[in-house]
Every structure is written in structure tokens, then in C-alpha cells.
């Protein structure tokens, strides 16, 4: 096993200079390390990233990946948005060079208990719920991962909190050996990265990597309506801790809470985690769609684990008004509403996006082809879907999966996107953004992509 916190004197390679590669060269710099940071695009593409580390002393490796300087390293770490399969890292490691990601390597550095949640949706509503939660009864805590922070910028914090909230991608854990999370969440699994994977199977064999090291102290959440994670469960790896499972079938509440774990029974939750047995009501839960239960009910379930007061927890779902880019409502024009759900960047988020509306809805979907399947919307786009728009480089494929199901129109730009799914609404329809591609053809992010939408919706008068 290697140990990640002997850093002092040693030859570390960053690839990938993003707010990840930034984090990270200033915290093993600190640590004495001599840092090089490798990353195929230029000083001029990078000049944002590089003042903020201008007052180090790191050695450059820019515009490419220079073989010999890798071969030179005692451990190379990777950034999430760079592929592990690149021949150059093949080339390193057969010659002995070791290459770890930014995520397995940060973990090594933290001592507070961390909840790690993982699955293709919901993750980031969920680390946004068990934040609050945990918040909201005194639990001092940090939230970041996958969303938004990396996990390197926690390591520099000089007060550390009670808790770690990490939210934790296929990518992050393509890497992870070593990591051993306290609480465990798998929201789903879908279809997802196959522009990144060469199969399903890859994709799944990334994502089971947060069991590897559960223990008898761990606590997985699952979600027992999606089989494919009940088919995770069967991993003895998984069995090695405590498991609660959540449900929205009320005919599972026998079950579950004969074994741990929680159920909705109509606007109820019902959790049960020892003897007895906590009831929260979601009569007054703002979010929209039956996802957003799922939600609630694995946060709602570790953030009691977690010490947190159910007074805290029921007002947190009281009040709860959902993620920014996640089903947003933006604006009522003219009796038609407006929802961005730019987050929603695979098929599996479009379908339980549409499925918090009846019918009368003009989809803006597109972005940059990841080569998934989009049939699997088909039955929803029949029933609910009035107008398809498809913008961006996976639009000819969107339309070759699903364009003859519904209206169905092939857009140059992004504004005209957005501008024609107004002009085809009628009072009582809904525009809904849930691209079910990445941003990545046009835009930085989903942020950006959500960002702008919200932008040109505001202009419509």
C-alpha cells in the first residue's frame, strides 16, 4: 500500500491544470514536494490557471506530455477530466512509474469521517440536502468533490470540520484503492460516459470501486428500486458493512423496515434505522418530481446517521427549493413556463425530468455526443413531449434515436434553440432544457449552458 502522505523531498507530476491541478500544486508544495505540471494545452490557454500559482515554485510541462519527465516522477496524479487511458500513462506504468487520481490522493490526507454519495443522478441534490441537514443541526461540515471543489482544496482549510461531504464521480473513483468512505450513497445507475468508457460493464466497474474497502464501521444507502444497484449489493464487498436500502414501493415497507432503511407511503416517509421507527411528512416539500423523494430519502437517512436532529432534517425538506440548473423553474411569459434542467446531461435525467410533467412540454435537447442510447425516451417523448428542439453536435443523433416520435426540429445555434421553442409554445405548455448531452460542444459547463438559458428566457417579454 502506498502512503500518500510521504510527499516531502519527492518528484510529484499534476496532469491536468484546472481548479483541481491549482488546489492540488499548492498544497504539496506546502507539503515540500517538487511539483511538475503537465497538461497538453498551451501557456496561453492556460494563463488563469497559471497566475494563480505564479508565487510557487513548480516546473511546466505544458502543450504536451513530455515521456521522459513522467518517467522521472516517484507518483503522477491525474485530474478528473483526464482520461486514465492515454498511451503516455500506459507507457509510464509499464516502465514502474505509479498513477493515482486527485480524489484517491486527497482522500488519504483527511481524518474526518466522509460520506461519499455516487450513482449517474442525484448526486448533487443529495450532497446539497445532507449539507443542509447536517447544518441546520449545529454539524459543522464541508461539501465538495465532484461538486463544484475539489477534494484538494479541502486539505488546505485551516479549521476542519465534523464531517466530509463528497459527492463522487465514475471518473474519481477509476482510481481509488485506498479510499474508505464512512457512509456510502448509490442513488441509480444508467447509462452514462460511454464517449469515456468502452462498455457499460466499464462504466459499472468504475462506479462499484466505493465499496472496495467497506468495513464493519460503514453504512451503505441504496436504492432498492433500481436493479441495478440491488444487483451491486450482492458484492461481498458491500456486505461488509451495514446496509439501508430506500424505496418508493410501499409494498417494500415490510421489508425495509425489517432490515433498515426508508419508504414513501404517500406523502410520508418512514425510516427506520434502529427499534423505532421516525415518520417525516412531505406535505410541504417544494421540489417537483418522484426523484426528488428518492432524494430526501437517502439524504434524509445519512444525515441522521450522522447525528443529525430530526427537527433539522423536516424543516430542511420543508424548505428545500432544489439545485440550481436541476429542474429550475425560471419564469412564467405569456402562460408558458420555463425549466432548466441543464444538469441533466445523459438519458436517464430526461426521463425523470419529464416525468414531472403530464404533457405539452417543448424539450430543448443536445450538447456534445457521448454516444448514449436515446430509445429508452421514446414512450415519454409519444406522451408528453409537443415539440423536440435539438441543438449542438449530438443533435443528428438524438434525431435519428427519437426525432420521429414528435416534432422535431434541427437547430444551428443555441439561441435559436431557445428562441423557437418559445415561439412553438401555446398558454399551458412547458419549455423545459434537459439536454441529456454534456456542455462540452459549445459551453464550459452545465452551469454555463443553465446560465445562459436563464439569460435569453429573460429577455422574452
Same mark, same amino acid.
Request: no cysteine; net charge neutral.
Given at each position: 500500500m502506498y502512503d500518500y502522505r510521504d510527499v516531502k523531498g519527492k518528484k510529484i507530476m499534476v496532469v491536468g491544470l484546472g481548479r483541481t491541478g491549482v488546489a492540488l500544486s499548492r498544497f504539496l508544495v506546502s507539503k515540500g514536494a517538487e511539483v511538475t505540471i503537465s497538461d497538453h494545452k498551451s501557456k496561453a490557454e492556460l494563463v488563469n490557471y497559471l497566475e494563480q500559482i505564479e508565487d510557487l515554485e513548480i516546473n511546466y510541462d505544458l502543450g504536451g506530455h513530455t515521456p521522459k519527465l513522467f518517467l522521472q516522477q516517484n507518483l503522477i496524479i491525474l485530474s478528473p477530466g483526464v482520461s486514465p487511458n492515454l498511451k503516455i500513462f500506459e507507457y509510464a506504468k509499464s516502465r514502474g512509474? @505509479?498513477?493515482? /487520481?486527485e480524489f484517491e490522493f486527497a482522500a488519504a490526507w483527511i481524518d474526518e469521517p466522509v460520506i461519499a454519495v455516487t450513482g449517474t443522478n442525484g448526486k448533487s441534490t443529495v450532497c446539497e440536502l445532507i449539507q443542509h441537514m447536517l447544518s441546520e443541526s449545529g454539524i459543522t461540515n464541508w461539501l465538495g468533490g465532484n461538486y463544484g471543489r475539489p477534494l484538494s482544496e479541502y486539505l488546505v482549510l485551516p479549521e476542519k470540520p465534523q464531517i466530509v461531504v463528497a459527492e463522487v464521480s465514475s $471518473?474519481? @473513483?477509476e482510481h481509488c484503492e485506498q479510499f474508505t468512505?464512512?457512509?456510502i450513497i448509490f442513488t441509480n445507475l444508467a447509462e452514462n460516459h460511454l464517449d469515456r468508457y468502452r462498455s457499460m460493464e466499464e462504466y459499472v466497474n468504475a462506479k462499484r470501486k466505493i465499496f472496495r474497502n467497506t468495513n464493519q464501521g460503514t453504512t451503505s444507502v441504496l436504492n432498492a428500486d433500481d436493479n441495478a444497484v440491488v444487483e451491486l449489493a450482492r458484492d461481498p464487498a458491500v456486505q461488509r458493512g451495514r446496509i439501508f436500502y430506500f424505496s418508493r414501493k410501499p409494498s417494500l415497507e415490510s421489508q425495509i423496515m425489517n432490515i433498515g432503511g426508508c419508504v414513501l407511503i404517500k406523502d410520508e416517509l418512514r425510516v427506520r434505522r434502529g427499534p423505532e421507527i421516525e415518520y417525516f411528512s412531505l406535505t410541504k416539500v417544494k421540489v417537483r418530481g418522484y426523484h426528488q423523494r428518492e432524494n430526501l430519502m437517502a439524504a434524509t437517512l445519512v444525515a441522521l446517521e450522522c447525528g443529525a436532529s430530526r427537527e433539522a432534517v423536516q424543516k430542511v425538506m420543508d424548505n428545500y427549493k432544489g439545485m440550481a440548473h436541476r429542474l429550475e423553474y425560471v419564469r412564467k411569459v405569456g402562460g408558458v413556463e420555463f425549466f432548466n434542467d441543464s444538469k441533466a446531461t445523459n438519458v436517464h435525467a430526461v426521463m425523470r425530468a419529464l416525468d414531472c410533467f403530464e404533457e405539452n412540454?417543448?424539450?430543448?435537447? /443536445? /450538447?456534445?455526443d457521448t454516444s448514449l442510447n436515446y430509445e429508452p425516451l421514446i414512450d415519454r417523448i409519444k406522451r408528453k413531449v409537443k415539440t423536440l428542439i435539438l441543438v449542438g453536435e449530438a443533435k443528428e443523433h438524438i434525431n435519428r434515436d427519437i426525432g420521429d416520435h414528435s416534432e422535431t426540429y434541427l437547430? /444551428?445555434? $443555441?439561441?435559436?434553440a431557445v428562441l423557437i421553442a418559445y415561439q412553438k409554445s401555446r398558454i399551458g405548455n412547458y419549455v423545459l432544457l434537459s439536454p441529456g448531452a454534456s456542455s462540452f460542444d459549445i459551453f464550459d459547463s452545465y452551469v454555463e449552458r443553465g446560465n445562459y438559458f436563464k439569460e435569453l428566457v429573460n429577455k422574452f417579454k
Open positions: 512509474a @505509479l498513477v493515482t /487520481g $471518473f474519481q @473513483l468512505p464512512k457512509n412540454v417543448i424539450l430543448i435537447m /443536445g /450538447g456534445k437547430i /444551428g445555434t $443555441f439561441e435559436e
